[in-house]
């Protein structure tokens, strides 16, 4: 069965920085794309980041692209996130997400809570 | 970048009815994926590439279309339909992934 596993999250000030990490259990871990999504509260999802494979290749949308850094750890199934220079408008549940090739998010953690207030 | 706009925002349905939601693309893709998020919990993948069910979505549900207008079917609402649907599609150059901003369906 796999499983996605977030954690990490919690309240952070404004301009300061946190990493958020998923495990993952139940696939070959390193045979898959895998991404970071977030979801302001009521509101919908966004894309956040990308990881290829190996790790070699990351992707961003213009509203983290230079904030925050994906990155994995393959012998340990391991998906990090991490976060700097926070802003209020980050505040959002990030989900931990396996990316197929075709483009499909069709894995997704439970979700972990960060909240950027000072 | 391509937007993805859906509609209606939200909806309500009484259970048998038909419900079509509906995601148009601001410029022609080659495909939709669809994904349910009801509430409290994590969305799940539910129709991918236009057309094809996710692993145990009820065949009650469909989709379609091409170009720039896309849908979701339901062909009998059923309680557990209740939730956001949200469509989503990639571009390759750049790599990017979009979703639409959902729509809310409810139990009439």
């Known amino acids: 069965e796999v499983q996605l596993v977030e954690s990490g999250g919690g309240l952070v000030q404004p301009g300061r920085s946190l990493k958020l990490s998923c495990a993952a259990s139940?696939?070959?871990?390193?045979?898959?794309?895998m991404a970071w999504v977030r979801q302001a509260p009521k509101k919908g999802l966004e894309w956040v980041a990308t990881i290829s494979t190996s790790g070699s290749r990351t992707y961003y949308p213009d509203s983290v692209k230079g904030r925050f850094t994906i990155s994995r750890d393959n012998a340990k199934s391991s998906l990090y996130l991490q976060m700097n220079s926070l802003k209020s408008e980050d505040t959002a549940t990030y989900y931990c997400?396996?990316?197929?090739?075709?483009?499909?998010?069709?894995?997704w953690g439970q979700g972990v809570m960060v909240t950027v207030s000072s | 970048e391509i937007v993805l706009t859906q509609s209606p925002t939200t909806m309500a349905a009484s259970p048998g009815e038909k419900v079509t939601l509906t995601c148009r693309a601001s410029?022609?893709?080659?495909?939709m994926h669809w994904y349910q998020q009801r509430s409290g919990t994590s969305p799940k993948l539910w129709i991918y590439e236009t057309s094809k069910l996710a692993s145990g979505v009820p065949n009650r549900f469909s989709g379609s279309g091409s170009g720039t207008s896309y849908s979701l079917t339901i062909n009998s609402m059923e309680t557990e339909d209740a939730a956001t649907y949200y469509c989503?599609?990639?571009?390759?150059?750049?790599?990017?992934?979009?979703f639409g901003g959902g729509t809310k369906l409810e139990l009439k």
């Open positions: 989503q599609q990639g571009s390759s150059y750049p790599p990017t992934w979009t």
């Open positions: 410029s022609s893709v080659s495909y």
């Open positions: 139940g696939f070959t871990f390193s045979n898959y794309y």
């Open positions: 997400a396996r990316q197929e090739i075709r483009g499909t998010f069709d894995y």
